[in-house]
């Protein structure tokens, strides 16, 4: 932490007895409306810390600028990843029931109030110091901190140490304790969408009801009962997971999170434009976009008979025999000795000659050296090719030829298919709606949207279109994203959260649970359809 406690409140009290309440609430306001430092003005780490920076602000203003600070440094984006702990001093007699009624300041948190309390009936310290203070004991600095969910889940504010100019901390206890160890019974409000097999539930009379086995569901389950704090499962208004609009705002899923209308969320895909407006938790699971078509299928037995070569392969086949003609007809004319009672043949007759000898038919070249030379040549590449031809016809009457399959996204934009999503407020449309990389904009511009999940399932099994989802079907993904929990911005407790994930990770707990719930017979009609193995390849970068 960065300062001194003790000359912290020492500065408190000079400032209240040169009266300079208002200057000190001019320099809050000037203070706020400047950016943060862009830099540590010193770096040091509290022996007690968590791994992380602290950063401490000693507020010298009036209550209401004092919440203002609060509301400013804790819930946005002033040194993210640090903690961050505010002392403040109002020059005002400020007690219990005045900070509880605060709007802003109850629910704060790491933040202490000092006040200069008169304590009437006694100090409430023990004799020994309160006689070692003397006349000092009636007039000490009480702190007041705000525990925003001691009191059964709810607020309350305490008195967690005194201090006297002379002695210094009179109680010793932590200024600034961990408030997210236990929630003492408080509700929490998580919304979500079906996205098995890792959030389910099911409503009955309109009442959402979580499913007893799904990764998230048993993940929140755990946290919960170690952090002591029940929960309800809400749903978005619009039915979406969330996509960024125009006025940077978040539709669905995040936008509930980001507007406060739940605490947090299950099972979201971790994005950078989402954690602008969101704070994540850590990702407990990586699940690729990639799109699903329909499986290859038996090609129009029809077009065998052109099948076993390719189009540039019939263009040069089909110029050779074109070309030949003429040339074998121009080396005949040129090379037959005027003395030689041999007649050479007619451009008709050297294409049939051509033609002939291209099917293996028997033909009676000119009894001149060249002329014999170039009918072996031709006679051999002829040979090979139509051997070649033959052998691949066969296979394919034999085992007919199926569709080819598409595994990558290059693949898909070259193909004959049409390509869609079913959730527009999902994070693989904000992908590529937003992403500079060329590819991206070609599938987006493409998208043909379908209504539900069951129609885009079908038109992917039953005609040429890829679906893009988070379904293990194609061997290349578009982009890989972890799977993590959206909690409100400045969310004070997310660190609580992450110390659980962790240790479920570390347990081995979440691998658990989706290997068996993927290998569960019971739940087969989902299974056989989404969990397909195949290899990763890296998503292009934009």
């Not at 959030?199 to 389950?221: F, H, T, W």
């Not at 170039?374 to 199926?402: E, N, Q, R, W």
Request: glycine share 6%; with cysteine; hydrophobic share 40%.
């Amino acid at each position: 932490m960065v300062g001194d406690m003790g000359l912290g409140l020492e500065v408190c009290g000079f400032s209240e007895s040169l009266g300079v309440g208002s200057p000190c609430a001019w320099e809050v306001d000037a203070f706020l409306t400047t950016p943060p430092p862009p830099f540590f003005t010193l770096r040091t780490k509290h022996v007690r810390a968590d791994k992380q920076y602290c950063v401490a602000f000693v507020v010298l203003a009036s209550l209401e600028s004092v919440a203002e600070v609060f509301a400013e440094v804790q819930q946005t984006s002033w040194f993210l990843g640090t903690a961050k702990y505010i002392l403040s001093y109002t020059a005002e007699v400020i007690t219990k029931e005045m900070l509880a009624a605060d709007p802003i300041l109850r629910t704060s948190y790491d933040f202490v109030l000092a006040t200069r309390l008169p304590l009437e009936g006694g100090s409430g310290l023990p004799p020994r110091v309160e006689s070692s203070l003397g006349d000092e004991a009636r007039t000490l600095f009480a702190l007041l901190q705000n525990c925003p969910y001691c009191d059964a889940g709810d607020p309350r504010v305490n008195l967690v140490d005194k201090w006297s100019p002379r002695e210094g901390f009179l109680i010793g206890r932590d200024l600034y304790p961990d408030l997210f160890r236990d929630f003492n019974g408080h509700r929490f409000r998580a919304v979500t969408l079906v996205y098995e097999p890792f959030s389910c539930y099911e409503k009955i009379d309109g009442v959402i009801v979580p499913a007893d086995n799904c990764v998230d569901n048993n993940m929140l389950r755990e946290i919960a009962n170690n952090l002591n704090f029940t929960y309800v499962f809400v749903e978005p208004s619009d039915g979406q997971w969330g996509h960024r609009l125009d006025n940077g705002s978040y539709t669905g899923v995040i936008g509930a999170v980001e507007r406060r209308e739940a605490d947090f969320s299950l099972n979201i895909a971790i994005t950078q434009d989402r954690e602008e407006k969101v704070d994540c938790t850590i990702g407990y699971h990586v699940e690729p976009i990639t799109f699903a078509t329909s499986k290859p299928r038996p090609l129009n037995q029809a077009l065998a008979l052109i099948r076993p070569f390719a189009p540039n392969m019939w263009a040069a086949f089909s110029i050779t025999l074109v070309v030949t003609g003429p040339l074998y007809f121009l080396t005949c004319k040129f090379t037959v000795a005027p003395f030689k009672k041999v007649t050479p043949p007619t451009l008709v007759k050297s294409y049939l000659i051509i033609f002939a000898a291209c099917f293996n038919q028997g033909v009676k070249w000119l009894p001149v050296l060249s002329n014999r030379v170039f009918g072996i040549t031709y006679v051999i590449t002829m040979f090979v090719t139509v051997t070649v031809y033959v052998a691949m016809l066969t296979a394919t009457l034999t085992l007919p030829t199926l569709s080819p399959t598409l595994n990558t996204l290059e693949e898909l934009v070259r193909s004959d298919f049409s390509w869609g999503i079913q959730d527009l407020g999902a994070a693989d449309y904000q992908l590529l709606k937003s992403s500079t990389v060329p590819l991206y904009q070609k599938v987006f511009k493409g998208l043909s949207p379908c209504p539900s999940l069951d129609e885009c399932i079908t038109l992917a099994r039953d005609s040429k279109y890829a679906f893009i989802t988070q379904l293990h079907v194609a061997t290349g993904d578009i982009f890989p994203v972890e799977l993590g929990w959206a909690m409100n911005p400045g969310c004070p407790y997310r660190h609580a959260f992450d110390r659980k994930i962790r240790a479920l990770l570390q347990s081995g707990l979440i691998s658990k649970w989706l290997d068996d719930l993927i290998h569960d017979p019971q739940r087969g009609s989902w299974t056989e359809k989404w969990a397909c193995p195949r290899r990763r390849i890296p998503a292009p970068q934009s």
